[in-house]
């Protein structure tokens, strides 16, 4: 049995990839996350661990011996990154490099999740070799832990991603999609941003694109999201038409109006070709991802 370790298995992404990695039968699944599971489900350990302290994390390791360590725990809150900058360098920058050190020594492949907010957006879409500059701590951070997986001699694989949305069976954090539907169905008008502009991801998605990079086991960067760039407000736009909602309660405002605490930036998106050629990732664009995500969509799984 393959061993592998998903960190952050209550998260969004964690969850997601429990549910494709479990039936698959061949790996042996150890989930870490804080507090009691989220994932009522057998077919995989659950240990509480602090991500936060380094003995608890090596000794869960030590106890595992995994072939896999999948990185899908961070501060993933920009604006609380920008005015918790501590507790984020904790989770998003030394923790990784405890993980490296384990990989280091036990020869483990780190397949870790990073994001686009690594480039300041001012020229997007993006290439894996194009250069960073982030304009948020959380970006910052980010790329401090990649240049931490980077500079180590690991076998690795870094994969960005971009604005992730899905539904888990149960959601600490709402998503674009979500917090679209949500909002709509209760007949309450949103406003959204209209000159960020980002290639959505489903969390299904980038849970078969880290499937992928363990069987690729290829070392490097690669870029994860749907095919085509719109526009924050084009995506809420786009949920509303898909699920037979009211769009006129979305109104468009700019990032200057909205003023959010930490920066964004305005243009991201990636060049996918990479994850492509390869690890046979299969793009889609973000409606046809949506056309799945309402096949498989029950409101009363809808905790948030
Ligand atoms: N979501 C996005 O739009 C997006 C975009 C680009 C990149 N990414 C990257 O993709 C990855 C996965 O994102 P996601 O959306 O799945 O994030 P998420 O839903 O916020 O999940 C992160 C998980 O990490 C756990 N965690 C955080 N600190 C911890 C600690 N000290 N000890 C134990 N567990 C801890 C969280 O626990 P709690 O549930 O208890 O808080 C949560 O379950 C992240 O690395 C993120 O940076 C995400």
């Given at each position: 049995m393959i061993k592998v370790v998903i960190t952050g298995s209550n998260g969004l992404l964690g969850q997601t990839l429990l549910d494709l990695l479990?039936?698959?039968?061949k790996y042996q699944i150890h989930g870490f996350s804080?507090?009691?599971?989220?994932?009522?489900?057998?077919?995989f350990q659950y240990h509480t661990v602090d991500l936060s302290d380094k003995i608890q994390v090596d000794a869960a390791l030590a106890a595992i011996s995994p072939n896999f360590i999948i990185n899908t725990a961070a501060m993933t809150h920009v604006d609380v990154c920008d005015s918790n900058r501590e507790a984020c360098d904790i989770i998003n920058v030394q923790m990784v490099s405890w993980l490296v050190e384990y990989c280091k020594l036990s020869n483990a492949h780190l397949i870790h999740l990073s994001t686009d907010f690594v480039f300041d957006g001012k020229n997007g879409p993006y290439k894996e070799t194009d250069t960073t500059n982030p304009i948020s701590y959380y970006g910052l951070s980010k790329l401090r832990s990649e240049e931490t997986i980077l500079s180590s001699k690991i076998n690795f694989t870094i994969l960005r991603t971009i604005l992730v949305y899905g539904l888990v069976r149960d959601m600490s954090r709402t998503n674009i999609v979500l917090w679209v539907l949500k909002s709509l169905k209760t007949g309450k008008p949103i406003t959204v941003v209209h000159d960020q502009y980002r290639m959505p991801t489903n969390a299904k998605s980038l849970s078969e694109a880290c499937k992928l990079a363990m069987e690729a086991k290829r070392n490097g960067i690669f870029h994860i999201s749907s095919s085509r760039l719109m526009s924050v407000y084009q995506i809420a736009v786009t949920v509303a038409k898909t699920f037979g909602l009211n769009s006129d309660l979305i109104s468009p405002i700019s990032s200057l109006e909205l003023n959010q605490p930490a920066n964004r930036p305005p243009k991201t998106g990636f060049y996918i070709e990479k994850a492509v050629k390869e690890l046979g990732f299969a793009p889609k664009t973000f409606e046809e991802e949506l056309l799945e995500f309402k096949a498989n969509y029950d409101d009363s799984t809808f905790n948030l």
């Open positions: 479990i039936p698959d039968g804080r507090g009691p599971s989220r994932y009522p489900v057998d077919g």
